[in-house]
């Protein structure tokens, strides 16, 4: 069984975007630049943001973090975002969801200019994305692709499970395991609480991506011997012996899948760190503008 | 067997259609107009666009045909589209495909405002169709569920396979089948000319979804007692006892395949007539502003 290192493949991408950044700016180009978009004080978010300006740092990035209190207005932030859109400065922005209840996230993810959509949310760059055109690809499924191509995963005519149908993994992993493409050129199969026959598509597998968000959901009856396992979920399990008083728990049953696996993801430290990579890598191409002029 | 007759499904969701137009003209309000740009005389195209037509006429739509010789440029067919695009008298248009191999298709698609692209085609309708927004669903994947719909198929936690993904069927109708909605909910298998276990896919499948452009492809032994199966194939194979010398071909051997089946369509006769009434209802939202004002 091999243990995929999300964690150690990061690094390399960063330090691989880092070079081409120095590259870039030796030559006397535009330092790329990520602005990011914070309301209120969610922990997760706070950690997300916090580790996506991190890595801004590590790859030579320019980043801005802008913080709105929990009240601030719809119409104050979509003002924000066409500030942003207009900026020539700015290659890329996020907005950090969750958003408050007050605020549609859909309203903001669409006022986005779509060339700046770093997080690959607007309905464009899904659109494009399904269709096989170049696009800002959402993080995690980008995430997970690339961890399958370093590791050289084939993915050609085998058969590619996907427990879960969010827009945000579920539905743009099967986009891209279903394309003429390497990854992809998967047989794929979409399961998810309606799912009649789950546990028999599961242990038909060769690789197996748990994207459900319910911790310890996949146990090792459930997966075939030899099977790739790419563990999505990072639910926060209370846990009193951590100082955070939480432990991150993915939807595999890791112990024991592990035994029977070829490849697997821990949680954490397999899909997580690969996530903001694949946001790094989106910010490049903008300041690139390797995709849109 | 139920034989699903989606020209009779057809021509009565034509008629209710008819019926709401005369009522919104009756009203005062406008009668729905889409425009159609034909480049050419490929034979199945003049078909399709004279069907196209014809349908807006019994719906009581307002209809235009605007004609290019194959040789028109990219500049000008380009130069017409946005002229459609303000065109305020048009409610939506189509440029029907194929398009001569000197004129990029995705080029004409993108520059279709998405707000009058009644095919469905344009990115956004694309990406709003996976995230489950309103718009404009392409028109082969709209009839089927049309079609399972009106003879009241269910599909909630049912084994959907498709075969083919296609920008224009097999990916939109994976998205549609796997989203949490009726008919859809489905756990859904999309196989493709590279699926190494394509058979055993068929042969679990509750709904079955052909649609490779192979005539004859899928056997009886390929398919499960009491499956649904959706015949998209509509491939001209030479017949010289026709009139036209080809007949429509499906993807389904019909006769050994019917034995079988709870429900079947039939080529021609099945999913053909739906597509046509699809962009029919496309054009009817886009006459009422429905989707986007």
């Known amino acids: 069984m091999v243990l995929i290192d999300g964690k150690a493949v990061s690094e390399?991408?960063?330090?691989?975007?880092?070079?081409?950044?120095?590259?870039?700016?030796?030559?006397?180009?535009?330092?790329?630049?990520?602005?990011?978009i914070l309301v209120g004080h969610d922990g997760g978010s706070e950690t997300y943001v916090a580790a996506k300006v991190k890595a801004c740092d590590v790859c030579g990035f320019k980043s801005t973090l802008i913080r709105y209190e929990a009240d601030v207005t719809e119409e104050e932030l979509l003002a924000r975002v066409h500030e942003l859109n207009e900026?020539?400065?700015v290659d890329g922005f996020i907005v950090q969801l969750p958003l408050p209840e007050h605020i549609s996230e859909q309203k903001v993810?669409?006022?986005?200019?779509?060339?700046?959509?770093?997080?690959?949310?607007?309905p464009i760059n899904v659109g494009r994305m399904s269709i096989g055109l170049p696009c800002y690809v959402s993080?995690?499924?980008?995430?997970?692709?690339?961890?399958?191509?370093?590791?050289?995963?084939?993915?050609?005519g085998k058969k590619c499970?996907?427990?879960?149908?969010?827009?945000?993994?579920?539905?743009?992993?099967?986009?891209?395991?279903?394309?003429?493409?390497?990854?992809?050129?998967?047989?794929?199969?979409?399961?998810?609480?309606?799912?009649?026959d789950l546990v028999k598509e599961c242990r038909e597998a060769d690789i197996?991506?748990?994207?459900?968000?319910?911790?310890?959901?996949?146990?090792?009856?459930?997966?075939?011997?030899?099977?790739?396992v790419i563990d999505v979920g990072t639910t926060?399990?209370?846990?009193?012996?951590?100082?955070?008083?939480f432990k991150l728990t993915g939807d595999v049953k890791f112990d024991e899948v592990a035994l029977k696996c070829s490849f697997i993801t821990p949680v954490p430290g397999g899909v997580g760190p690969m996530t903001i990579v694949s946001l790094m890598k989106n910010t490049l191409l903008a300041g690139k503008k390797a995709i849109y002029k």
């Open 161 to 196: 499970v996907i427990l879960g149908r969010s827009n945000i993994v579920g539905k743009p992993m099967a986009a891209l395991m279903m394309q003429k493409a390497c990854p992809g050129d998967a047989t794929v199969t979409v399961c998810h609480s309606r799912s009649r």
């Open 208 to 228: 197996l991506i748990a994207a459900m968000g319910q911790p310890n959901f996949v146990k090792a009856d459930m997966v075939k011997e030899g099977a790739v």
């Open 139 to 156: 993080a995690t499924p980008s995430g997970i692709l690339e961890l399958l191509k370093r590791y050289e995963i084939k993915t050609q």
């Open 87 to 89: 900026n020539p400065d």
């Open 12 to 36: 390399q991408v960063k330090q691989e975007i880092a070079a081409e950044v120095a590259d870039i700016v030796a030559k006397g180009g535009k330092r790329p630049h990520l602005a990011a």
């Open 236 to 245: 926060r399990v209370p846990d009193a012996s951590k100082k955070s008083g």
């Open 109 to 122: 993810i669409e006022a986005i200019d779509y060339r700046k959509d770093v997080d690959g949310f607007h």
